[in-house]
């Protein structure tokens, strides 16, 4: 059986390293964002066979329309979609602007909702179809000064919930809901040794993650092996969320 997935967010970090292990597994694979030469040095490192790069803001409906479009019209079907397309911009109640807190919705929450409503014609024809979110351990609890990012991946984490029940049993919807993971988007924060060591002590793997890891965890949620895994926001951020938060005693 042929399988398509699009994935949204596949110039860098997850989505670049979602993209290769999915054509790895022998996925037809569908690279979306916002950044054409991106998207296009990620494609030139999988088999020139079986992708496709759509470049679009999955934020504005229209896009979402053409990137599904453009994929059904290149592989004749769609069977997986992995909203990955997310941005992270901080400040506390009173700093952050509307203009950022609303970006931060319309990207991670917003364009969840764009592509789901796009797919889903095209999903509800497919075999073991499935939608895979990217969440994030911030939109399982909060973190200081980050409230606009925390309130965009929560919503994206009860959506993925919602959804779930409401597509079952025909399209199973899950999420991946990373910590600290090594991409573009936490380079200024690689960069501070101070802020890693007290991410290390808080992580009991003691490291934040690969975004390779990350992939291989979507890749399982998209798999038939989990054919029976619905509604899941499965946390991948080294035991961090196992912590009710206390100090460890021990130290």
């Avoid at 936490?186 to 934040?208: K, S, V, W």
């Avoid at 946390?235 to 961090?240: A, I």
Wanted: glycine share 12%.
């Amino acid at each position: 059986m042929t399988r398509t997935a699009i994935i949204t967010g596949a110039g860098s970090g997850i989505g670049a390293a979602t993209a290769k292990r999915f054509a790895e597994d022998g996925w037809n694979v569908v690279l979306n964002g916002r950044t054409r030469d991106k998207l296009d040095a990620v494609a030139g490192e999988l088999p020139e066979m079986g992708v496709r790069v759509v470049d679009g803001d999955v934020s504005k409906p229209d896009d979402a329309e053409r990137l599904v479009t453009e994929a059904v019209e290149s592989f004749g079907g769609l069977t997986c979609l992995v909203n990955n397309a997310g941005i992270a911009r901080g400040g506390a109640p009173g700093d952050l602007s509307l203009e950022d807190f609303n970006a931060q919705m319309n990207i991670n929450a917003g364009g969840v909702f764009n592509c789901v409503t796009a797919a889903l014609p095209e999903l509800k024809k497919a075999d073991g179809a499935c939608i895979v979110n990217t969440s994030s351990v911030s939109g399982l609890g909060g973190d200081w000064t980050m409230f606009g990012y925390n309130a965009s991946k929560g919503a994206v984490s009860n959506m993925t919930r919602a959804m779930a029940l409401d597509l079952a049993p025909d399209i199973r919807v899950n999420a991946v809901a990373p910590s600290l993971t090594d991409t573009e988007m936490t380079a200024g924060m690689q960069d501070d040794t101070d802020l890693m060591t007290r991410f290390a002590e808080r992580i009991p793997m003691g490291r934040g993650a690969q975004p390779a890891e990350v992939a291989s965890v979507i890749a399982f949620l998209a798999s038939h092996d989990a054919r029976f895994v619905n509604g899941v926001v499965l946390p991948v951020d080294g035991g961090l969320s196992a912590s009710n938060g206390q100090p460890n005693f021990a130290a």
